[in-house]
């Protein structure tokens, strides 16, 4: 945990300037867990109970918004039952304890967001928002138009009939096709059934655009924090 001095964390939690936290701690104001601080070097982390004049301080923890570019054979979870390597893994250095926004399967790669702002998971995963998502796949043999068409006008995988979607070729590679593929959805393997279900198998799955963010050329299981741009355009 980040151990920061007082007088920065009180001035990060808007109780005063530096200077003035400062002039707090010298008046004896400032307690940390029920002790009155007297000298300046004194250092907290959010383990701390801070007060002034015996009023707790609240700290908001920063919000963090990054972005991964996940390599196959990663989870997308926290944590995973099989003790397999999970996005977390990747994100180093990141005081705060942040979480995948949606999932990828464990051998799709691509971009997928981390954070601890709840509000900007919901709004990105709730089904009414209708974010789209694109992603690049090969997939075995050739599509005919009229299986292009059916997986646009959406279909049915297992008990769910899919929204419209987009399909594009992008590629003839030997006997397999390189595709660009857009849906709004996120259920479980739903571009892999989706494929599937027009006769085509999946054969490399990567993600490479969530609504107006791509992922551009990040490095496979490198990752970077949004820019204040991208954060709103989200929003
Ligand atoms: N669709 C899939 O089939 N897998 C993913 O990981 C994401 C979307």
């Given at each position: 945990m980040?151990?920061?001095?007082?007088?920065?964390f009180?001035a990060?939690?808007?109780i005063?300037?530096?200077r003035k936290a400062?002039e707090?701690?010298?008046?004896?104001?400032v307690?940390?867990?029920?002790?009155?601080?007297?000298?300046?070097?004194?250092?907290?982390?959010?383990?701390?109970?801070v007060?002034?004049?015996?009023v707790p301080?609240i700290t908001?923890?920063k919000?963090v918004?990054i972005?991964?570019?996940?390599p196959?054979?990663f989870v997308s979870?926290?944590?995973?039952q099989f003790g397999?390597p999970?996005v977390i893994d990747l994100v180093?250095d990141?005081?705060?304890r942040?979480?995948?926004v949606?999932r990828?399967?464990?051998?799709?790669?691509g971009?997928i967001?981390?954070t601890?702002?709840?509000?900007?998971?919901y709004?990105?995963?709730h089904?009414?928002?209708?974010?789209n998502?694109?992603y690049?796949?090969?997939?075995?043999?050739?599509p005919?138009?009229?299986?292009?068409?059916?997986?646009e006008a959406?279909?049915k995988?297992e008990?769910?009939q899919?929204s419209?979607?987009?399909?594009l070729?992008?590629?003839k590679?030997?006997?397999?096709?390189l595709v660009?593929?857009?849906?709004?959805?996120?259920?479980?393997?739903?571009v892999r059934?989706?494929c599937e279900a027009i006769?085509?198998?999946?054969?490399?799955?990567?993600?490479?655009?969530?609504?107006?963010i791509?992922?551009?050329?990040?490095?496979?299981g490198?990752?970077?924090?949004l820019?204040?741009?991208?954060i709103k355009?989200?929003y």
């Amino acid at each position: 945990m980040l151990e920061i001095r007082l007088q920065k964390f009180l001035a990060h939690a808007g109780i005063a300037s530096r200077r003035k936290a400062e002039e707090m701690i010298k008046q004896g104001r400032v307690a940390v867990n029920n002790v009155i601080v007297e000298n300046m070097g004194v250092t907290v982390s959010s383990n701390d109970v801070v007060t002034v004049d015996g009023v707790p301080v609240i700290t908001e923890e920063k919000k963090v918004y990054i972005m991964l570019n996940k390599p196959v054979g990663f989870v997308s979870t926290s944590k995973d039952q099989f003790g397999r390597p999970t996005v977390i893994d990747l994100v180093k250095d990141v005081e705060m304890r942040i979480y995948p926004v949606g999932r990828l399967d464990y051998d799709t790669s691509g971009l997928i967001l981390l954070t601890n702002d709840g509000d900007f998971t919901y709004r990105l995963t709730h089904p009414k928002h209708e974010i789209n998502k694109v992603y690049e796949a090969v997939i075995s043999g050739f599509p005919k138009d009229n299986e292009i068409k059916r997986f646009e006008a959406g279909l049915k995988i297992e008990d769910y009939q899919t929204s419209p979607a987009k399909f594009l070729v992008l590629d003839k590679q030997g006997v397999n096709t390189l595709v660009r593929i857009t849906i709004h959805e996120g259920k479980n393997r739903q571009v892999r059934k989706m494929c599937e279900a027009i006769g085509h198998k999946v054969l490399t799955l990567k993600r490479i655009q969530i609504g107006p963010i791509a992922l551009g050329n990040l490095p496979e299981g490198k990752w970077r924090h949004l820019s204040d741009n991208e954060i709103k355009t989200l929003y």
